[in-house]
């Protein structure tokens, strides 16, 4: 039998929270963030290279896989960790925001929803019972429950029609979820409500009530302001369960992580540190750089000589210019894992500084240093 | 100072050779086969993958680098070596081959060539000369001469014409690499004369007067049969001072490679282990697998279970399928590896067989298991 699914908070300072998390295949160390591997791969990274960035759990998606190769597919593959080969811990998103995103034509009942494949044009139904069923064929350690994600602005109306709904579903795939009993294994509800604090709010003292595992805030950093999103975390997250990892999805940039961590969040996912990178933009200490600019064409440091990742350390500014002016493979792979690896450094030392209680300290720290910028060009 | 470049023939077993070549960056067993890193980067492996195939040398591209980053670039960040972070021997090719197959606009003298480069259409100058300045540049641990490339089919007299230009280059080049006195490093003749054996003779023959440190065979593997390939092989490895080594240029498939070895032939290069990978084909012991046929969509056997290299021994075909059919980076990343592991357990397989005395034997087995095929789908 695996150990239960836990959580253990071993240290808060101020708002932000230094803690563990336990699943069936491993410890993560919050607060955490998560690399997307949306297809069942973090994009053009081994999962050797993605553990070397210090990711101990990365992110799958439930609509890319039950769309191709199918989840039933990958069950009888032995399940999303054997089929791509990462040992640790998986969480997986419910397919509530892809639906919302990247399917033209979709239908929303009572029941759930169905949506035309963006690979086939197939119609497709999704409930919050199959969403469940999915993520347990995936073997996902932290399931989430199906939501239904608005595009913002909406109306005040439809962003209480969804949040409600959500909470209907979210029950649902409680039910469901228990039925399953798989033990060790985590369902997390997600708290909805758009930028409606009084929704938020429902939503979050609702959730509670059902004793998910974890709880997500959803339906953020869909293009609203740094300081709306902010707002929302700020106020949401102390009216979830103390006892519980909370999880902002989809979030962010490094700074959007400081900012969050001081507001009380434990887990993140984000695209941009593969995205970028796989654009020429490298994540550091001393803010983003873009690799593209012909600033960097005969710069022979490295791109943080202190980095905790060789990367970082040892390929020249001018070698990762050059790979990425000409277009090749293995620029977007070592910026991808530069910029990973500047992520979990910075969640390492978040966890650190939370746990020395100087908190405060680091967040001036390193908000100096984004802002000081890179060091003059030769 | 570093060793003087050297070869020993350890063994021969018929024309098949076993030996090694010492270069200032470290020894070479042969039969080698050198991945292709055409721009500074075997295309998407970072420099541990591409050593964790086996892989002892890799081969340069006079004519990629002299156009971005530039050779004085290149020398100014510490050489080729230091800038894609390879610290084994590389062999760089001249540029001949990519003036022929890649630029538009090209003129032709007895002084040497200039052409359009096709990244931004600026006129550019390659002599002989310039040629072993530029792999100096680059710190190549084998250059090779400046040669004229025909396409063919081409008239008696013009290969004539360009072989004894060819000639002509080789010896301004030796000149000039003399003049530069790099202790330990090394400068390849190129042998060339078409599909005509008086002339490949005559090539052979004066290149070896000139006391090159190896010799290749050039203007091969640019779409004749491969019956004429190996024929002229045959006949011309023969004519080349034994004690040196070999390398035949631009090949192969394995099975070229493996007739090739059995001619005499000590080094190798070509794009087929990476280009093929990123198209979803596998080299395998059992001959070449196509990913991205749908018979391979639930099969959960790995490529290879008895492959050296793990990446071939874990991920499954299924698997390798999903990310052929999605578009996955990581699927060129994890085939390109695969295929480079094969090459170089193939090599290995040819390097212990000319060392017992069983080449003919592992010939045999090795082309019987590529025949017989892939074991048959589930």
């Known amino acids: 039998m695996p150990e239960p699914f836990s959580f253990m908070l071993s240290k808060t300072d101020g708002a932000a929270r230094r803690g563990e998390i336990v699943t069936p295949h491993g410890r993560v160390q919050t607060p955490a963030f998560m690399p997307v591997g949306t297809q069942g791969t973090v994009k053009g990274l081994t999962p050797d290279i993605v553990r070397e960035t210090g990711a101990e759990i990365v992110l799958g998606n439930t609509y890319h896989l039950m769309l191709r190769p199918g989840a039933e597919r990958v069950a009888a593959l032995g399940g999303l960790h054997q089929f791509m080969q990462w040992p640790l811990p998986i969480l997986t998103d419910s397919g509530g925001f892809q639906v919302m995103s990247l399917s033209e034509l979709r239908k929303l009942s009572e029941d759930g929803v169905t949506f035309r494949s963006h690979l086939d044009g197939a119609m497709v139904a999704l409930s919050p019972e199959r969403a469940v069923e999915i993520q347990a064929l995936l073997g996902a350690d932290i399931a989430m429950q199906l939501d239904e994600c608005l595009r913002l602005p909406a109306s005040l109306d439809e962003i209480k029609r969804a949040m409600e709904l959500s909470l209907r579903w979210a029950e649902r795939c409680k039910r469901a979820f228990e039925s399953r009993a798989r033990e060790g294994y985590a369902l997390f509800g997600i708290v909805q409500g758009g930028d409606v604090m009084n929704l938020r709010e429902t939503s979050a003292r609702e959730l509670s009530g059902m004793a998910f595992q974890g709880y997500a805030i959803g ?152 802002d000081q910028g890179d060091i003059a060009p030769l």
Chains 1, 2 share one sequence.
């Open 219 to 370: 339906g953020l950093a869909v293009g609203e302001p740094q300081a709306v999103m902010l707002k929302i975390v700020e106020e949401t997250a102390p009216m979830l369960p103390a006892q519980c990892p909370r999880y902002l999805m989809g979030v962010g940039t490094p700074h959007d992580m400081l900012e969050a961590v001081a507001r009380g969040i434990d887990m993140f996912d984000c695209v941009l540190p593969t995205r970028n990178g796989r654009h020429g933009m490298a994540f550091t200490r001393f803010g983003p750089i873009n690799l593209a600019n012909a600033r960097h064409a005969a710069d022979p440091r490295p791109l943080d000589a202190e980095s905790s990742h060789p990367a970082a350390r040892t390929y020249s500014r001018a070698y990762l210019h050059h790979l990425t002016k000409a277009g090749e493979m293995l620029g977007a792979v070592l910026l991808s894992t530069v910029n990973l690896a500047y992520y979990q450094e910075l969640m390492a030392g978040l966890r650190a500084a939370i746990a020395a209680g100087s908190f405060a300290a680091f967040r001036a720290e390193t908000l100096a240093r984004w």
